[in-house]
Structure formats: C-alpha cells, structure tokens
C-alpha cells in the first residue's frame, strides 16, 4: 500500500483541492465525489461488507423503496447506518486496549 492509501479518502480528496476551492459546485461534481468515495469503500472493504447479514427480504424491500422513489426512507436507513457506525466507533475509542483485535482494523470513511 503506498503512502497516499494509507490516508482516508476523504483527507486525500481534500489535500488536491486548489487553495480557495470551496467543493464541488455541480451536481456532477458531488455525484463524481460520492461515486469516487463508493467505489473507494468497495473496493477496501467489499468483503467484509458482503460479510454482513441483513433480515430476509431486504433487498426485495429496498428494491421497493427504490421502485416507489421512496428516497426519504432510503436517506433515513443510510442516516441511520452512519449514526449506528459513529455510535460503535466512539464506544470502541473509549474502551481503548480493553477491545481485543477482531480483525484488519476498523472501516475509515
């Protein structure tokens, strides 16, 4: 892994824009930051994500949700993902060494 990958996405995102530069100014630009930022997560983590079970039906409820336009409630699951994510990971920083390793490390963002 070189020097650069070692940084999160979004710090490396962050030291190539020009000074002055205050982020993305179309909507182009935001979806190629989100996109990138996606493609990045896959591509580290792709494994342990596929790892994971959901309750039985929901890809068939979220195929739903996407086919209704439902996009509050898709916001809403993802929203909740991150805050449960934030959650474990001060729960884990403030256990300190008392965790025992369970793996390559925790997922950066």
């Known amino acids: 892994m070189s020097r650069s990958d070692a940084r999160p996405w979004a710090a490396r995102t962050r030291s190539r824009r020009r000074v002055g530069y205050d982020g993305p100014t ?3 630009e935001q979806e190629q930051l989100i996109q990138a ?3 990045e997560m ?3 983590y792709a ?3 596929e790892a994971i079970g ?3 039906g929901t ?3 979220v195929r739903r949700r996407v086919a ?3 996009a509050d409630t898709l916001l809403f699951m993802l929203k909740l993902g991150w805050l449960m994510g934030l959650q ?9 060494d008392d965790m025992p390793s369970a793996g390559p490390g925790p997922i950066q963002a």
């Open 26 to 28: 179309t909507m182009d």
């Open 37 to 39: 930022f996606l493609d």
């Open 42 to 44: 896959r591509r580290r």
């Open 47 to 49: 494994h342990e994500v």
């Open 54 to 56: 959901l309750p039985e």
């Open 59 to 61: 890809l068939e409820y």
């Open 68 to 70: 209704e336009g439902d």
């Open 88 to 96: 474990t990971g001060f729960a884990a920083g403030r256990a300190g």
